[in-house]
């Protein structure tokens, strides 16, 4: 599985982007991380007709349509998803990459609810996208501040550890299954 990874957190000692350095290591084959701080404030002026859309946006849209899959890692901001992801989502809307892509969610907060708000909003976003957002890949991981180990800025705890691998495996089956699902439409 080709595996690109968004993280809502633009913090250098982010929690959220020690999962996504674990989860990636997780998977099985080749994997990149998307720069949407970098993204301009969407502007549906600098994308329409005849326009060329800013180099940020297309480096994001070449990423999403190279890969098998993507894994969206946020936290959340006063009860809802991070600005810079939303923006970055935005982007994606009329481009239409994230179409029947396989996707990963998942939120993880310092709180015990693991940012519920800004999960089910992200997910209804990417359910308007019509990404195919697969259910047994997604989390809301609580507490997360004790379950990183801040010397390597990777997830320590065990029995989140293992929690990711399944979310990634069930991501990567997702892929396969898109893949045979193609394959036979087209024979
Ligand atoms: C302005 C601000 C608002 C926040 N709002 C929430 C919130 O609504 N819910 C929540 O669970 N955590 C909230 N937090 C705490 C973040 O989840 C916490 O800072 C987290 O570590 C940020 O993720 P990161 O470590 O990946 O940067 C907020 C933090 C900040 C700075």
């Known amino acids: 599985m080709k595996l690109l990874a968004l993280s809502g957190s633009l913090r250098a000692r982010s929690s959220n ?23 301009p404030h969407f502007n549906p002026d600098l994308d329409g007709e005849g326009a060329t859309p800013p180099a940020p946006v297309a480096a994001l849209r070449t990423a999403v349509a190279d890969a098998d899959a993507v894994l969206i890692v946020s936290p959340e901001y006063a009860h809802g998803a991070p600005g810079t992801l939303k923006n970055a989502l935005d982007w994606l809307v009329s481009s239409a990459e994230l179409m029947h892509k396989p996707v990963a969610l998942i939120t993880a907060s310092p709180s015990p609810t693991g940012g519920d ?19 047994a890949a997604c989390r809301e991981i609580p507490a997360i501040g004790a379950k990183i180990d801040r010397a390597t800025e990777r997830v320590a705890d065990e029995a989140t550890l293992a929690d990711l691998r399944t979310a990634m495996s069930h991501l990567a089956a997702a892929v396969t299954a898109a893949t045979e699902h193609a394959a036979a439409a087209d024979a």
């Open 117 to 135: 708000y800004a999960h089910a909003q992200l997910r209804e976003t990417l359910r308007m996208l019509t990404a195919e957002v697969v259910t």
């Open 17 to 39: 982007g020690a999962v996504v350095r674990s989860a990636l290591a997780l998977v099985d084959g080749p994997t990149a991380t998307a720069d949407i701080g970098s993204l």
